[in-house]
């Protein structure tokens, strides 16, 4: 069974803090993405991967970086945590090709910054 | 300005009958179309897709109808089950840039 992992289920965090977030897929996927999610606004692109050290911005990059050194594992940071960060992340995994639209899902970290 | 548009937060249906979820967008060089189910503390889960080539695909329960010249699709389930009581989000992308643009999403409760 395919499966994507997410570090945390919740997690809180201080104003200026540094945040991780490890996401790690067992399905050998080339992809990998990183979203959040926000009532009224559905998912939104922070950044993907479609290889090891390889990443391109999606929508909403700022104030976030992503490390992927390793093919199952992609980090999303938050270099300094701010209160409008607080959101649902969400990671997810496809294939290359055309099946990339088929993308796996963590369950998702709630994050809250005071 | 979003591109992909849920415009009913939620829908109640009985259980039996048919349920329609819709989904209009705004860019007409999206060439491919899915809907994702996301149940509750869990992430979402593709569920059926389009290509812009056909106007509708079939998937046992599940049918997706694409009407391009109304820029506009919709998920039919027949017959409802209690167990399709989830958030589903309608997506779109445009040809392979590996950006899914997603819609606002629609809770559907099903009322045994």
């Known amino acids: 069974d395919v499966k994507v992992t997410q570090s945390s289920r919740y997690l809180v965090k201080r104003t200026g803090e540094k945040v991780f977030l490890e996401c790690v897929q067992d399905m050998d996927h080339e992809n990998m993405f990183w979203y959040r999610q926000d009532p009224g606004l559905g998912l939104r692109l922070i950044y993907f991967s479609y290889d090891v050290k390889m990443k391109e911005k999606g929508d909403i990059p700022e104030g976030y970086s992503v490390s992927r050194e390793k093919k199952e594992r992609f980090s999303l940071i938050l270099e300094s945590a701010s209160t409008n960060q607080t959101s649902m992340y969400l990671c997810a995994s496809s294939l290359s090709g055309t099946n990339w639209v088929e993308q796996f899902f963590g369950p998702g970290t709630r994050l809250t910054v005071l | 300005d979003q591109q992909v548009k849920q415009n009913s937060p939620s829908l109640s249906v009985q259980e039996g009958r048919i349920s329609i979820l819709n989904c209009d967008y705004t860019?007409?060089?999206?060439?491919?179309f899915l809907w994702y189910k996301k149940y509750p503390a869990e992430g979402p889960t593709f569920l059926i897709s389009?290509?812009?080539i056909k106007d509708k695909n079939e998937d046992g329960r599940f049918t997706v109808f694409l009407n391009k010249s109304a820029k506009h699709l919709s998920l039919h389930i027949v017959p409802s089950q209690p167990g399709d009581s989830a958030v589903y989000f309608c997506?779109?992308?445009?040809?392979?840039?590996?950006?899914?643009?997603w819609g606002a999403g629609t809770k559907l409760i099903i009322k045994p």
């Open positions: 389009i290509s812009s």
């Open positions: 860019n007409s060089m999206f060439d491919y």
């Open positions: 997506a779109a992308s445009e040809g392979s840039n590996y950006q899914l643009i």
